[in-house]
């Protein structure tokens, strides 16, 4: 895959406080790039500094080739970005808001307008003011705000915030419709871990500043671990009796029951051992998959850090 954002080893110090610490890495063309990390890790000042928003202490960012620090404007010429919710102006309509914006770059036609009003599913409220509008249409309207220039990369810092869970969906569609049919780098960084699993190619987990992991998706939760969720009653007294016979091994409680990491062989075992105390009721084991947040609160430690956006 062809990359067209490099960070390389950028630094940014602030007061003789280092808040980014020497952080690299890339994100190819056609990928919907995840950047995470707990509250204050350092994800919106690393935003910031891509976008141009936040001079770099030292390091260097690339965008097609151009860097931030010796050629900002053909640099950011490649970029569209939404942070948070985008401002529009509430009373003019959809529309007349795009117009306005167009008219900052330069060869954007009123076709280019209807193609990208029609790419984000606007073209029956367009011409509706915007004080009208839901918040998932104004995230909509921002995108579509966000794509007139044909951008080669799209960064999204907390898109879906406020959002209900249709808006959510369609806010993660249209990332997955930009990077496949677009071959558009989307860089997403949101706290809704569940989210970004089904959005994202890869991630990259940021904390205290530093990054501290970049893997796909697929392999960063798919570890060598097997975890078991058993459905039971009553969950208090069957940990405590897995916890005293399998004193290494991690254990917490669930919806239905119980999570245990055992390797499968280790499974009868236990049935065996639970079903022989006569209190505990089993009714079902079922093999689980660890999710993301599983694995980010692994990796960070469960810890958030201090503020650094």
């Not at 010796?70 to 102006?89: C, K, L, Q, R, S």
């Not at 004080?131 to 966000?146: D, E, I, P, V, W």
């Not at 236990?270 to 993301?292: F, R």
């Amino acid at each position: 895959m062809e990359s067209i954002v490099e960070l390389k080893n950028v630094t940014k110090v602030i007061k003789g406080r280092t808040i980014i610490d020497n952080i690299s890495f890339q994100v190819n063309k056609g990928e919907v790039f995840g950047f995470l990390g707990p509250n204050g890790a350092g994800k919106t000042t690393t935003i910031r500094m891509i976008v141009g928003l936040m001079g770099i202490s030292s390091g260097d960012i690339t965008i097609g080739g151009s860097s931030i620090k010796t050629d900002f404007e053909a640099a950011v010429g490649h970029i569209g970005a939404i942070v948070e919710n985008p401002e529009m102006y509430k009373f003019l309509t959809g529309y007349q808001n795009l117009v306005h914006y167009a008219r900052m770059s330069k060869g954007i036609t009123k076709e280019k307008i209807a193609e990208t009003v029609k790419l984000v599913g606007l073209t029956d409220r367009i011409n509706d003011k915007v004080k009208t509008y839901s918040l998932g249409m104004r995230q909509r309207l921002g995108l579509a705000q966000c794509l007139l220039h044909d951008p080669d990369v799209l960064i999204l810092d907390e898109p879906t915030n406020g959002l209900d869970p249709a808006g959510i969906r369609e806010i993660r569609d249209y990332v997955r419709l930009l990077a496949r049919e677009k071959n558009m780098a989307v860089i997403v960084s949101s706290h809704l871990l569940s989210e970004m699993e089904m959005m994202c190619d890869r991630i990259g987990i940021i904390q205290n500043g530093k990054l501290i992991d970049v893997q796909q998706v697929k392999e960063f939760v798919s570890g060598k671990e097997t975890f078991y969720e058993l459905e039971l009653t009553p969950s208090e007294i069957a940990l405590d009796l897995i916890r005293s016979s399998y004193p290494d091994v991690r254990t917490s409680l669930s919806r239905n029951g119980i999570t245990v990491e055992l390797p499968k062989e280790e499974i009868p075992k236990l049935i065996k051992m639970l079903a022989a105390a006569e209190e505990i009721q089993i009714y079902a084991v079922k093999e689980t998959a660890k999710t993301l947040e599983d694995r980010f609160l692994e990796v960070t430690g469960n810890k958030g850090a201090e503020n650094r956006d």
